[in-house]
């Protein structure tokens, strides 16, 4: 299994929205590193689900329940060629006990070289099984 970090910006899809619906579909995505994440995702992945820009926290677990099929609001490229954009499928598995802020990301050395910290822009990344249990245990 493989472990992930997808960021949303609450005020755009928040994780009690998530929650609410059940499931989402990750779309939008428009980087092709984050892109190429999404492609290496395999159901049954966990995945932790961060809010940016406001707040700035760890505050869930999902995991992966469809793996990456062609993005349906990326519209096609030209008349023949399919879209390069992907989407998978999120299903939510639970809210952490405390939401892990960005603050004590940096300050855990075990984190020092979490992709949040070095590619802060990246919308979807993967992550080490000792980074997400030890943000597993941050968040108890």
């Known amino acids: 299994m493989n472990h992930w970090l997808v960021k949303s910006e609450p005020d755009a899809y928040s994780w009690n929205k998530f929650v609410q619906e059940g499931k989402a579909v990750w779309d939008g995505v428009r980087n092709y590193q984050a892109r190429n994440n999404l492609m ?29 099929y062609p993005d349906p609001t990326a519209g096609a490229n030209s008349g023949t060629a399919p879209t390069p954009w992907v989407v998978v ?52």
């Open 89 to 140: 499928e999120l299903e939510p598995l639970m809210p952490l006990p405390r939401p892990v802020t960005l603050a004590q990301l940096k300050a855990e050395p075990l984190l020092a070289n979490l992709a949040l910290l070095r590619q802060s822009r990246l919308s979807v990344m993967p992550i080490r099984p000792d980074e997400f249990e030890c943000i597993l245990a941050l968040g108890c």
């Open 40 to 68: 290496a995702m395999k159901t049954g992945d966990q995945v932790l689900f961060y809010h940016s820009v406001i707040g700035k926290e760890v505050v869930g677990v999902a995991k992966v329940c469809r793996e990456a």
